[in-house]
């Protein structure tokens, strides 16, 4: 319980602090990570990472909060799934682009793991408390648990669906843009339907998919367009903030290799 203490201490020590400075200490966290794991462990510890934040992005973005900034209400989760680009990227850079798909498919794979395990483990009877009367654990503590992991894990299957499609849609759009825009440079053209394709198509596919098409507590037209909108400015903020990450590890690479091409 002194462990328990200690983390309620920290978490409120946090709350102390202004939302958007914890949100962007979190941007910086998550890509140090990435770039320590694929310094360290290469290839396998960008895949973990994927792996990792695409079961993390989708708990997170049942906790809402605000910035003293913008006078609306944020859903969190857009940090780490940005940063899961940034570690795509990484892949695709370094290691190539077939890497970098299986990659993607692999953390798809592991969120469907993820919930037919917790669907499993939620399928176990609870534990009789009338006839294991002596059980150390107290019986409101393991209800408070039971009720607490099936909050918030009986919504993962909806979170996949709403992943899974923004993926594809954003994917399918990227391309479909990218020879739709007649802009000379490639570069541009690149980067405006990557923007669309990412920020704009992705994020609305997932808010709408998740969090009004299928929840059960849909989002009013309002709060879609704010969450939308917010969700939009932090994936902008978070793409500008891996770019600088991604070029100092491209020039960290031509130093050490200056032949490399």
Known sequence: MATDSAFVLLV???????SILISFISVLFCNATI??????YGHAGLCSFLVIAAVLGNIQVLYATSYEI???????GTVTLSSSFFACDMINEFYGATKA??????SFVMQVFFVISILLTLGHVPLDYHTFQNFSIPEDTMNKNTTSIEQIFLQAPRLLIASFSAYLLSMLGETWLYRLINIKSDLVRNN??????SVIIDTSTFTFIGLVLLSDSPLSCSDFINIFSTACTIRIFCNIVNSVFLKNE???RSKKHPHHH
Not at 35 to 40: A, Y
Not at 101 to 106: G, V
Not at 192 to 197: E, K
């Open 35 to 40: 770039v320590f794991l694929k310094r360290s």
């Open 70 to 76: 913008i006078n609306m209400p944020v859903l969190l």
């Open 101 to 106: 798909r299986q990659a993607i498919i692999l």
């Open 192 to 197: 405006i339907s990557l923007f669309i394709s």
């Open 12 to 18: 409120n020590f946090l709350h102390c602090s202004p």
């Open 250 to 252: 491209k020039r960290t």
